[in-house]
């Protein structure tokens, strides 16, 4: 039994009700300026002002005190939707682009998505576990402690396959909690390129029952978007994963509206992700439907696109969460700080609506808000420590690495 007290912190944490935060309660924090976390066996015993957790019996066994030197102590950030296993950078391709070739287009003449697909193909499965490996602790020093990360470089089953295998180790061998996704309709592979519902069929016919058997990914995913999987197509892919028992979430209206945000409300999605383009009509649909809208704004950041419209989708009671998008090739950071800091200064959302929507709500577009997402009593004790007085520090100094420790299950790992 390991029993350990952290003090002198200004801890700042969203309160997990139920379900994800939504209109004003985005904004409502626990806010403690003389706050305490008392953990025991990695788990959160008692968390608050630091006179009443000094009151907790299980005060009496601590074993280990840290003085917080009064950081601001936030949960670790959750990440709800990355590519991070990939097996080579695509620099050449993001100067083309900054040089005014639109995104999609380089997808159309074979490169993008589809240049990670070779490069994945070629890799061994230790080379491509080192490339995921390096973006996962980068991430952690960052201040992510959960962190979920797609397939979608294999597009055959085998490769599929390898992804998710190496996604699963990462998550053996860091401190980190990885959430695996399959995302085999993340493109349509060149050899079906004159007939996609062919290689449709495949992923629900022979990839998804592949991915059961394997066990390891238990959402499914799915790049709906014009030119690359048809609102059908996605209908067809996500009904099949959830016959299958998978979570079902997808990428919509990230370049054009095609009415994902729609189609995620009707099948009732777990998480709609991107948004960029999606309409009003359809953000409505998806706040009654319950379905998280997971924006990425490093996304829109780095393809020079409008950002999605945080405030109306808060406004209209949808539950907002926030992820890097983490990929070589639309949006390559691993820092949910910068995510937050964009949220705050180009999508208005407030710093404690964008901690919430980087916490709590993001768990629960993982699936994780059992243990992790907020400092609530009984969950992991996966927290940072920021040289800041308050969240705000995040928007406010950006650029730099703001987090002077991270703790796993109240271990220090970064
Ligand atoms: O979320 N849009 C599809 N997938 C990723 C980009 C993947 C890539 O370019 O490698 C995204 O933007
Ligand atoms: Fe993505």
């Keep these: 039994m390991t029993v350990k007290l952290f003090r002198h912190a200004r801890i700042y944490t969203p309160k997990d009700t139920g379900r994800p935060a939504t209109g004003q309660g985005l904004a409502e924090l626990a806010i403690f300026e003389h706050g305490a976390l008392l953990v025991k066996n990695g788990r959160i015993v008692c968390v608050g002002d630091e006179t009443k957790v000094l009151q907790h019996p299980t005060v009496g066994d601590v074993q280990l005190e840290t003085d917080c030197e009064d950081c601001c102590l936030i949960p670790g950030f959750v990440d709800p939707h990355t590519h991070m296993c990939f097996a080579r950078r695509r620099e050449a391709e993001f100067e083309r682009r900054i040089s005014g070739t639109p995104y999609l287009d380089i997808l159309k003449q074979g490169g ?190 780095s393809l020079r696109k409008p950002y999605a419209r945080a405030r109306t989708m808060i406004e209209k009671g949808v539950a907002v969460a926030l992820a890097t998008d983490c990929n070589p090739g639309s949006s390559f950071t691993e820092s949910m700080p910068f995510v937050v800091g964009l949220a705050v200064l180009n999508m208005n959302m407030a710093p404690a609506e964008a901690l919430t929507a980087a916490t709590i709500n993001a768990a629960y577009a993982l699936g994780v808000s059992g243990w992790a997402g907020s400092l609530d009593e009984g969950k992991q004790a996966d927290f940072v420590l920021l040289d800041g007085e308050s969240p705000s520090i995040l928007a406010y100094h950006s650029g730099v690495c703001q987090a002077v420790a991270v703790f796993k299950c109240g271990e220090p790992v970064a």
Excluded: W
């Design 112 to 301: 993008g998505i589809l240049s990670s697909v070779r490069a994945v193909a070629r890799a061994t499965e230790d080379d491509l576990y080192r490339v995921t490996r390096k973006q996962a602790l980068a991430a952690l020093k960052l201040g992510t402690t959960t962190v979920e990360i797609k397939s979608g470089y294999g597009l055959d089953t085998a490769n599929e396959l390898k992804m998710l295998r190496v996604i699963h180790r990462v998550g053996r061998s860091t401190p980190l909690d990885v959430v695996p996704t399959f995302l085999g309709a993340h493109a349509v592979p060149e050899p079906f390129r004159e007939d996609p519902d062919r290689y449709v069929d495949q992923v629900i016919n022979d990839m998804l029952p592949a991915v059961r058997r394997q066990g390891i990914a238990q959402a499914c995913d799915i790049f709906c978007e014009e030119g690359v999987f048809s609102l059908d197509q996605s209908r067809r892919v996500l009904e099949a994963a959830r016959r299958l028992g998978m979570r079902i979430k997808l990428h919509a209206d990230e370049v054009r509206d095609l009415g994902g945000a729609g189609l995620a409300a009707d099948l009732r999605a777990v998480s709609a992700d991107h948004l960029l383009a999606a309409s009003d009509d359809n953000i409505t649909r998806m706040a009654q439907a319950g379905v998280v809208a997971v924006l990425l704004p490093a996304t829109a950041y």
